[in-house]
């Protein structure tokens, strides 16, 4: 009952920036993350974010990219900086239960390419 709308990929250079936005229709729930599908790869965490305050990073996200939360436009960011070819790949957002694993919502995706 909770439906995740990504925007905000899109074509960059390597060394630029970008913020992806996820946008819920009711509410998120316990944690919230961010997955990157690369082509011919498994989706994997990217950036997760509780619902307390509480973040994860991948290592290869760590330093370089940030989760938030915007809880009056009911929004979770994950802003990208230093982007490589390496974060080239299909970012979707995704929101479960901690106590209720049948309660797992995920976004469309949206694509990010970074240009080398």
């Known amino acids: 009952q909770v439906q995740l709308v990504e925007s905000g990929g899109g074509l960059v250079q390597a060394g630029g920036s970008l913020r992806l936005s996820c946008a819920a229709s009711?509410?998120?729930?316990?944690?919230t993350g961010w997955y990157r599908q690369a082509p011919g790869k498994q989706r994997e965490l990217v950036a997760s974010?509780?619902?307390?305050?509480?973040?994860n990073y991948a290592d290869s996200a760590k330093g370089r990219f940030t989760i938030s939360r915007d809880t009056a436009k009911n929004t979770v960011y994950l802003q990208m900086n230093s982007l490589n070819s390496e974060d080239t790949g299909v970012y979707y957002c995704?929101?479960?239960?901690?106590?209720?694993?049948?309660?797992?919502?995920w976004g469309q995706g949206t694509q990010v390419i970074v240009s080398s």
């Open positions: 995704n929101t479960r239960s901690h106590l209720n694993s049948r309660l797992t919502y």
């Open positions: 974010i509780a619902s307390g305050t509480g973040t």
């Open positions: 009711g509410s998120f729930l316990s944690i």
